[in-house]
């Protein structure tokens, strides 16, 4: 290995990447890691989850984004176990070899990029947020959750006192794509796509007051019975 070689320093918050990609996803792109010069990003087609790397490659040097299967990933990290603090993984070379060994030693593993075209996640989620009205809107909870794994993973070796499950959402409206940041964790960023609510019971005229009547309202609902 030689001093030029591009290289970039990860750490465990990257291998919970692989809760945001999907193995069975209906575009190759769903099914890998994309890591770029400055971060690394994941993609099921409904949720982005982006991280920047605790070490960036150096910004004179050329740097080719490259895609490695997630589930290689995922297999890496339940290997190294707690030994993920710092993590080097190297473009690949010539063979499309990736390489990736912790900071402190012990196994190296090599696995194969793929020739896979990311999809193009920036365009995506880059909406202005503006104070649009928003009544209602519906979020997957899951989704959130692994977000706050994310964020859990990053912020666990780090010492943070902060709650990883303390998220920022920004909204725009009822059908744009919402963002989804942390305060104390600025090398997180997320986007999220709003559950459709077209047919719901959550949409029927008089849901509110019966919601307000049951929950929060009970005496006066009991009173109007009587």
């Given at each position: 290995?030689?001093?030029s070689?591009?290289m970039v320093?990860?750490d465990?918050?990257?291998?919970?990447l692989?809760?945001v990609?999907?193995?069975?996803?209906?575009?190759?792109g769903?099914?890998?890691?994309?890591?770029?010069?400055?971060?690394a990003?994941?993609?099921n087609?409904?949720?982005?989850?982006?991280?920047?790397h605790?070490i960036?490659?150096?910004?004179a040097?050329p740097f080719?984004?490259?895609?490695v299967?997630a589930?290689?990933?995922?297999r890496?990290?339940?290997?190294?176990?707690?030994?993920?603090?710092?993590?080097?993984v190297?473009?690949p070379?010539?063979?499309?070899?990736?390489?990736?060994e912790?900071?402190d030693?012990?196994a190296?593993?090599?696995?194969?990029?793929?020739?896979?075209?990311?999809?193009?996640?920036?365009?995506?989620?880059?909406n202005?947020?503006?104070?649009?009205?928003?009544?209602?809107?519906?979020?997957n909870?899951?989704?959130?959750?692994?977000?706050?794994?994310?964020?859990?993973?990053?912020?666990?070796?780090?010492?943070?006192?902060?709650?990883?499950?303390n998220?920022?959402?920004?909204f725009?409206?009822?059908?744009s794509v919402?963002?989804?940041?942390?305060?104390?964790?600025?090398?997180f960023?997320?986007a999220?796509?709003?559950?459709r609510l077209?047919?719901s019971?959550e949409?029927?005229p008089?849901?509110?007051?019966a919601?307000?009547?049951k929950?929060?309202?009970?005496e006066?609902?009991a009173?109007?019975?009587?």
């Amino acid at each position: 290995m030689t001093k030029s070689t591009p290289m970039v320093t990860v750490d465990s918050a990257f291998f919970a990447l692989c809760d945001v990609s999907d193995a069975s996803g209906y575009h190759d792109g769903l099914r890998v890691i994309c890591v770029e010069r400055d971060l690394a990003v994941a993609t099921n087609g409904h949720i982005v989850a982006a991280l920047s790397h605790a070490i960036k490659w150096d910004k004179a040097g050329p740097f080719a984004p490259f895609c490695v299967l997630a589930t290689d990933i995922e297999r890496i990290g339940k290997s190294l176990g707690k030994s993920k603090k710092f993590v080097r993984v190297h473009a690949p070379d010539s063979d499309g070899k990736v390489r990736i060994e912790p900071e402190d030693g012990g196994a190296t593993f090599t696995i194969q990029s793929q020739d896979i075209r990311f999809p193009d996640w920036r365009r995506c989620v880059n909406n202005r947020h503006e104070p649009k009205g928003c009544g209602m809107i519906g979020l997957n909870s899951d989704y959130l959750a692994r977000f706050s794994r994310i964020v859990g993973s990053r912020n666990g070796w780090r010492g943070y006192e902060d709650n990883p499950h303390n998220l920022t959402l920004r909204f725009n409206g009822d059908s744009s794509v919402v963002w989804v940041t942390h305060t104390h964790c600025d090398g997180f960023f997320g986007a999220i796509m709003p559950v459709r609510l077209e047919r719901s019971v959550e949409t029927e005229p008089g849901r509110e007051d019966a919601l307000r009547a049951k929950w929060l309202e009970p005496e006066a609902s009991a009173e109007a019975v009587a």
